[in-house]
């Protein structure tokens, strides 16, 4: 039996896209450089402290960003050091020292796990960063930072929550 023309025409048609079908990867890697290159120029650079629930960081429009340094946590309740809990804040508001032995002690302990490098890092001292909540008293962060700087961490840092400055947060 003889096959009409459209019929012929059908059958080569169905024979042409009977092969699989051809995925186009150029526009998908396109897409994908174009994501990549996104991504790298919308990357920004921000160091995160540790961060702790119960520790509400006070206030401030500093610039400068944080260093990676030792952070001693200053809760309402406790003193952390590397995650570990040195003490309570009740115990170091009750001697009547300066400083507070215990977070002496393990001061010392970890600069003598981390020797000075040269003469200048061990003149100009070790890098450390209080980060206190904001209802601290006052007299508890002095005998912490007079700790710190018997013990050699003398460059202290403050850590605080960076907010916009706005034209009434600028001094004249």
Not at 53 to 63: R, T
Not at 96 to 125: H, Q
């Amino acid at each position: 039996m003889k096959q009409s023309l459209r019929a012929r025409r059908m059958a080569r048609l169905h024979r042409r896209h009977k092969g699989q079908p051809k995925l186009n990867l150029v526009s998908l890697m396109d897409i994908f450089t174009i994501l990549v290159f996104f991504l790298l120029v919308n990357s920004s650079d921000v160091e995160v402290l540790q961060s702790n629930k119960a520790i509400k960081l006070p206030d401030s429009v500093a610039e400068q960003k944080p260093d990676n340094t030792l952070v001693v946590m200053v809760s309402a309740q406790d003193i952390v050091i590397s995650g570990r809990s040195i003490m309570t804040v009740e115990a170091a508001l009750s001697g009547d020292d300066d400083e507070i032995a215990l977070l002496k002690k393990e001061l010392e302990y970890l600069a003598s796990r981390k020797p000075f490098a040269n003469d200048s890092e061990a003149k100009k001292g070790r890098d450390i960063t209080i980060m206190g909540d904001s209802s601290i008293p006052y007299t508890l962060l002095k005998r912490i930072m007079t700790t710190c700087a018997q013990t050699d961490y003398r460059n202290i840092s403050l850590a605080v929550s960076k907010i916009s400055s706005s034209p009434d947060h600028e001094a004249p």
